[in-house]
């Protein structure tokens, strides 16, 4: 078990604004996620609403100032904000481009023109993966639907057996790999090194996906037997207009801030030495914010304008895809303040002290934090910034691989068993015409296998890394 000095937690949390003992931040932890989870779950409260009031509840039960709480709460948010809303919103920028010019149907009918009906899902999965990266899951939903009940209905094949390999593909790049929100929240919140979560995260993220979504969707398609709903299918982009991206073109621009921050990663590990040039262009390039502001930048040519689109009609997208975007950060922010709060109170070293004795993985037990919150709230960006938030303690004396892991512990915890709270569960059961039963045996049992089969291969890395 990692373990944290009374010294560092002084040096990291910048004199504590309580000294409560266990019994009392106990209560307080637990009074704080309750709101939160009641005022999401009975009272419908936005997200960011029900995290600030949390959090003044945390405070105010630890026996904080309520001042100094507000203090730390806002200190939390503007900290968070200003690490990742940036990358948040080149993201969905990125992403808007990338639907908008038609890029994303251009590889989805490139990639299943040249699939027979074997391979198929195994398509689908790949197609989720790389459409996958920049989009919100949401939106990456409302893009592949289409694909998925038009290859469905024409080839005469279950629902189950093309529609479980996307979901999976898009809900593993959601819950493992920045820029998604969750993710980027994680890293900021534990302080691990971006490149090296990328690669560890896609490392665990494809057999991940094969299992949960292929080799899954065999078993799905016999337990729910559906045809594909009529009146269902959404206009795809690229049907208004007249020309689109090619797949190289598309591809190349999709991976090309994954390629800059792998390629940082890799020099860092190999090169590890300040000075040297290709080590400081690199630290640039590899940037998250460099990266993703070049793959924008790079796609307003290669995709925008490669569609036949003109600065207004880009100015316009890019505009357009911003405002989505307002209460993801607002939850992302309030997050951080939660986050902040906890530390400020001394929840962390609390939460060293206590488990110190317990013979369990910091990286299992990050997992069981975040599975309870998503099992309360429903949401996996809140599970996932609140569970950083308690565990980011942990991460102190861990190697760089060690703290990746844990974001990446986080983040599978976080997938774990959609449910009616979740509504990425409605979005499911009515885009694909099943009823609640049916959508757990399939869409909450395929989330749970995602959270279960990504563990497992958290904690084997954790033994070899």
Known sequence: MTHLSVEMLAADAAAPITSAGHAQLGIAVLAGIAAIVLLITKFKLHAFLSLTIGSLVLGAVAGAPLDKAIAGFTTGIGSTVAGTGV??????????????????????????????????????????????????????IVLLIPVVLLVAKRGNYSLMRIGIPALAGLSVMHGFI??????????????????????????????????AGPVFARYAARWVDITPPEGLTPQRASENLERRPSFGATVSTVLLPVVLMLAKALVDIVVDDPSNHVQRVTDVIGSPLIALLAAVIVGMFTLGRAAG??????????????????????????????????????????????????????????????????????????????????????????????????????????????????????MVKEYFGMNVGQTVKTWSLMETIISVVGIVFVLLLSLVL
């Open 87 to 140: 990358l948040i919103a080149l993201g969905a920028i990125l992403g808007k481009l990338l639907a908008d010019s038609g890029g994303a149907d251009q590889i989805v009918d490139t990639i299943l023109a040249k699939s027979s009906g074997r391979a198929l899902p195994w398509a689908m999965v790949l197609i989720a993966g790389v459409i996958g990266l920049p989009l919100f899951f949401e939106v990456g």
């Open 178 to 211: 920045p820029p998604h929100p969750g993710p980027l929240a994680a890293i900021d919140a534990i302080d691990a090194n971006l490149g090296v979560t990328l690669a560890l995260g896609v490392l665990i993220a494809v057999p991940t996906a094969v299992i």
């Open 309 to 426: 689109f003109g600065r207004d009609r880009i100015a316009t997208t890019v505009e357009k895809s911003l405002a989505p975007i307002a209460g993801i950060l607002l939850i992302v922010g309030a997050g951080g303040g939660f986050k902040q709060t906890l530390i400020d109170v001394g929840v962390g070293q609390m939460i060293l002290d206590i488990s110190k004795d317990w013979n369990i993985s910091a990286l299992l037990l990050a997992w069981l934090i975040a599975v309870a919150i998503r099992l309360a709230t429903g949401s996996a960006t809140v599970a996932t910034i609140s569970a950083a938030g308690l565990v980011a303690p942990l991460a102190a004396d861990m190697s760089t691989t060690h703290t990746a892991l844990l974001v990446l512990a986080v983040g599978t915890g976080s997938l774990f068993f959609s449910h009616v709270n979740d509504a990425g569960f409605w």
